[in-house]
């Protein structure tokens, strides 16, 4: 699963605004009716992360990969919620972050596309907060989970450092 941008030309996503609208966001029960594993409370973490690193993904104009299959079931839940997505999408992001599953977008290989999830990470996290996407899976046993193995992450980051 892949999120992709249109082209238009940069729109200014301002994270600030994106990091308060997540932290308010309260999410409804139907978020989670196909997203059954525990503890909850690790995949809202993980989708409040995932929403974060949209809004940098967004302002960059880039293409990045979910790393989650729990994150992604509860993103799913969380878009059925029509009215309430719409309008946080609005305030977080100034327009609609779609969804396009894995194949429909044009953002090249997962492995890819998973490395600008860990960079849209590193702009959005704060001081000394761990990400809990790249191994969120198997922590609440999701029996054939994603992820993005440590090394890549550290790989990734190290290109980040020299840059």
């Known amino acids: 699963m892949a999120i992709s941008f249109p082209r238009l030309g940069r729109r200014q996503v301002d994270l600030a605004a994106v990091d308060r609208t997540v932290a308010a966001l309260r999410l409804p029960e139907a978020v989670f009716t196909t997203c059954h594993w525990q503890p909850r409370e690790l995949v809202d973490t993980g989708l409040r992360q995932w929403l974060r690193c949209c809004g940098a993904a967004m302002r960059d104009d880039q293409v990045i990969g979910m790393p989650s299959h729990a994150v992604d079931e509860a993103w799913?839940?969380?878009?059925?919620?029509?009215?309430?997505?719409?309008?946080?999408?609005?305030?977080?992001?100034?327009?609609?972050?779609?969804?396009?599953?894995?194949?429909?977008?044009?953002?090249?290989?997962?492995?890819?596309?998973?490395?600008?999830?860990?960079?849209?990470?590193?702009?959005v996290a704060r001081p000394g907060e761990q990400c809990v996407l790249w191994d969120l899976d198997r922590r609440v046993g999701v029996q054939q989970p994603w992820g993005v193995d440590a090394r890549h992450v550290a790989a990734v980051q190290r290109r980040l450092r020299r840059a």
């Open 76 to 123: 799913h839940g969380f878009i059925l919620c029509t009215q309430l997505y719409a309008r946080f999408c609005t305030r977080a992001y100034g327009r609609f972050l779609h969804h396009f599953p894995e194949g429909t977008g044009d953002g090249g290989p997962m492995t890819e596309q998973l490395g600008r999830t860990v960079v849209a990470w590193s702009v």
